[in-house]
């Protein structure tokens, strides 16, 4: 898989650039700010980005505005964008791009490159992730009318490994459940917030994270 990275860090980016290379990715460029970044992307083919979220000139949400247009000029390059901090409205707004090849993730995550690795490759393939910790505030927000009151507490856990992109198999491992019980979980999930279930895993994920939003 061909990555190109932006980040306004020289530090941050080679050593990421290093150990995405040392586990089998290309890094055809690299960049450090969002209008080089697109520039790019224009002379180097490659199926997804890593974009730092804050990059001059303002280092306020450079990276959203990068993806923006890079969901508008390069529609086959997906996008995944790294913070420094939870910011859920920022992961909101990317989710507003599109429903395939999206994924928002704390830097800190990097730290676990096994486990970021598997993220880069399912949002490189087309799919979504979406960091735990923003998940979690968005399933634990205070609501006047909680559309996620119907849900039990094992549903919730269910729900929010759901948000992160993790399949049933996945889920039944991380919480020590039966295939079918979690399938069942899943269903319940869908009936108690009229949410038709489909069969791609991501786009079930933004479907929950899309009700969520509303």
């Known amino acids: 898989m061909r990555l ?3 980040d306004d860090s020289v530090l941050f980016r080679e050593g990421l650039a290093r150990v995405l290379a040392e586990v089998g990715f290309e890094i055809v460029a690299q960049a450090g700010d969002g209008q080089a970044l697109l520039r790019e992307l224009g002379a180097h083919p490659a199926e997804l980005a890593i974009v730092d979220i804050r990059m001059p000139p303002t280092h306020t949400v450079e990276g959203l505005v990068a993806a923006r247009q890079i969901r508008e000029e ?3 390059v997906n996008i995944l964008v790294l913070s420094q901090y939870v910011e859920t409205e920022h992961a909101l707004a990317l989710l507003e791009l599109g429903t395939d090849g999206i994924g928002y993730l704390l830097k800190d995550r990097v730290s676990d490159l096994a486990a970021f690795a598997d993220v880069v490759r399912r949002v490189g393939d087309g799919g979504s992730a979406i960091d735990p ?3 979690a505030q968005l399933v634990g927000r205070r609501r006047v009318h909680d559309p996620l009151g119907r849900l039990t507490g094992r549903e ?3 729900l929010s490994l759901m948000a992160e992109g993790r399949s049933n198999q996945a889920i039944s491992e991380k ?3 039966t295939g079918k019980t979690v399938e069942s979980h899943v269903r319940s999930i869908f009936m108690k917030l009229d949410l038709s279930p489909v069969a791609e895993d991501h786009r079930r994920v ?3 994270l899309a009700y969520l939003r509303a």
């Open 4 to 6: 190109i990275l932006a």
């Open 74 to 76: 390069h529609r086959d």
């Open 133 to 135: 910790s923003v998940v």
């Open 156 to 158: 919730r856990d269910v």
């Open 175 to 177: 919480l020590y459940l």
């Open 206 to 208: 933004l479907a929950v």
